[in-house]
Structures are given as structure tokens and as C-alpha cells.
């Protein structure tokens, strides 16, 4: 397959459960990838040797870092043809038990990091004409879960601003989406699961809570964010696309 040939990508969360089949199925399409991922995720990799993948060290919710993924990524490749803004944090607790640092740490890794890398993208691709802009969205994208106070409203915020820019930057053939992904079975969720009380009981309900009985491999929510990075999905702009079991269906 070469959907993606020629065209350079930025990942975040690249090294993570869903970063990582990102990256894979990029490369396997074409695609010159630039994989970020905080500083120490990606200190411990040993080098891909791969000459289409780039890793860099970063934090995405500051913008000196996100200027030098940006740097790197178009000394690498050339300028920057499609994002994909995938890093993300959960705190879960409810609003009267969040502290105001966490509440910061999760709208930052959620949402400022994908506004601080459209802004960066988005000169280069007004001035081609042409751009991909996905976000890894929630099923707390679009409705409220227990417990997850900051999360939902940092997934919330998210879809909106993918929105907003759907609309800002349409007439320059830029095109912004996001995917609403119910539960994936990554890292994430084991976090997740490890700070209930009974981890065993909890994943037996998040799975009955999606209509499929399941949760999702990662490779089925990267096929989703590769489909809206694509030319397939070309009249597809400022849309959601739920990629969630039937969670939302309900
Ligand atoms: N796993 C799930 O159940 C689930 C469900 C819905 C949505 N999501 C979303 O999917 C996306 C990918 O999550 P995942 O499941 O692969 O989780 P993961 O924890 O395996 O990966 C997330 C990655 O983001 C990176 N990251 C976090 N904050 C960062 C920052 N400030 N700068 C740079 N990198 C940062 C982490 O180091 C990590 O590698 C996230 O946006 C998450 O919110 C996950």
C-alpha cells in the first residue's frame, strides 16, 4: 500500500499503545513519519533503522518543544503534510476530588497540545493548500463518564476546537477531524484499571458497556485515524467518527 507515500507526518503519543500502531500502519502506507513522545519515552528507544521515522523527544503542551518536533520532522522530510495529535492523559476523579494541577495536566495533554501543534502546522499547510489535521478524541468526547471530570471536559474541548478549525481552514483545503475512541486496550486503560478497586470487575463492566462486548485493539482505532488522515475520507471535515464498540449508539 502507498495511500501515504511521499507525505510527512507528525505523530503524538507516538509510543504509546495507540501511537505505536499509528506509526506502523503510516509506514507501512508510504508515509515519512516523525514519531514524538515525552522525552523520556523516547530516550529508551534504540533507533528504528528505519530511514522514514524520525523520533523525537518532546512535550507537547509546551511550544518551544513543539517548534523543535516541527523543526526536526521538516528537516527530516520536508514540510509537514498531515498531523496526527494522539498524546493524552487521564486523571480519574470527579470535580470535587481533582486538584487544580491535574485539572491543568489533563486539559494541557489533552487539548492545548492539539492546539499548540495546529498552530504550528497550519501556516505551511494554509500556504499549500492542503492539510490532514486528526485528534484522538473519546467516547468523553461526546458524553459524560463518572469520574472523569477533567478528561471529559478536556475531550470535549478537543472536539470543538476540531471543529472550529474545520470551519476556519476548509477554504484552504485543510481538512480536521477527530475519532471518538471507546475503550482500547493500551497502557491507558491498565492505568486505569489498576486505580479501581476491583480492576477485574471493572473491565467485565467497561466491556458490557460497549455493544460489541469488547474493548478495542489499537490497530482498529489507528485504521479509523488513518482513514481520516487519508484521501478517503476527502469530503470528510469537522466530523467525528466514533470508533467506539456502539458505546454511543446506545
Ligand atoms: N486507552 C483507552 O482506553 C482510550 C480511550 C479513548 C481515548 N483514548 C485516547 O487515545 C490516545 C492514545 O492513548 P493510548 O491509549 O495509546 O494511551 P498510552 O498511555 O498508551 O499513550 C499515550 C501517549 O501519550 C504520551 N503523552 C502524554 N502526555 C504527553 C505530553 N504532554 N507530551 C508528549 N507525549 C505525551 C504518553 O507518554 C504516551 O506514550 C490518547 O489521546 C487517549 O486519551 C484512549
Known amino acids: 500500500m502507498s495511500e501515504?507515500?511521499?507525505k510527512t507526518v507528525v505523530?503524538?503519543?507516538?509510543?504509546?499503545?495507540?501511537?505505536?500502531?499509528?506509526?506502523s500502519k503510516l509506514l507501512a502506507s508510504g508515509?515519512?513519519?516523525?514519531?514524538?513522545?515525552?522525552?523520556?519515552?523516547v530516550a529508551g528507544r534504540a533507533?528504528?533503522?528505519?530511514?522514514?521515522?524520525?523520533?523525537?523527544?518532546?512535550?507537547?503542551?509546551r511550544s518551544a518543544d513543539v517548534d523543535r518536533i516541527f523543526a526536526a520532522a521538516e528537516d527530516a522530510f520536508g514540510e509537514v503534510d498531515i498531523l496526527i495529535s494522539n498524546a493524552g492523559y487521564i486523571v480519574s476523579k470527579s470535580v470535587h476530588d481533582t486538584s487544580e494541577e491535574e485539572w491543568d495536566q489533563v486539559l494541557n495533554a489533552n487539548a492545548?497540545?492539539?492546539?499548540?501543534?495546529?498552530?504550528?502546522?497550519l501556516p505551511s499547510m494554509m500556504r499549500r493548500k492542503s492539510g490532514a489535521i486528526v485528534a484522538t478524541?473519546?467516547?468523553s468526547s461526546v458524553v459524560g463518564l463518572p469520574e472523569q471530570a477533567a478528561y471529559c471536559a478536556a475531550k470535549g474541548a478537543l472536539l470543538q476546537l476540531v471543529r472550529q478549525m474545520a470551519v476556519d481552514y476548509a477554504a484552504r483545503n485543510i481538512r480536521v477531524n477527530a475519532v471518538g475512541a471507546g475503550s482500547i486496550n493500551t497502557p491507558f486503560l491498565t492505568r486505569y484499571l489498576d486505580g479501581m478497586d476491583d480492576p477485574s470487575a471493572a473491565?467485565?463492566?467497561i466491556k458490557a458497556a460497549h455493544p460489541l462486548g469488547r474493548w478495542a485493539e489499537p490497530s482498529e482505532i489507528a485504521d479509523a485515524i488513518c482513514y481520516l488522515a487519508s484521501p478517503a475520507s476527502s469530503f470528510i471535515t469537522g466530523q467525528i467518527l466514533m470508533a467506539d464498540g456502539g458505546y454511543s449508539a446506545r
Do not use: Q, W
Open 4 to 6: 501515504f507515500a511521499g
Open 11 to 23: 505523530v503524538s503519543g507516538a509510543y504509546g499503545g495507540v501511537g505505536v500502531a499509528v506509526v
Open 31 to 41: 508515509a515519512n513519519v516523525c514519531a514524538t513522545d515525552l522525552e523520556s519515552v
Open 47 to 61: 533507533p528504528s533503522g528505519n530511514s522514514r521515522l524520525v523520533a523525537v523527544g518532546g512535550d507537547v503542551t
Open 112 to 121: 492545548k497540545s492539539l492546539f499548540l501543534m495546529a498552530r504550528r502546522a
Open 137 to 139: 478524541g473519546s467516547i
Open 203 to 205: 473491565e467485565m463492566a
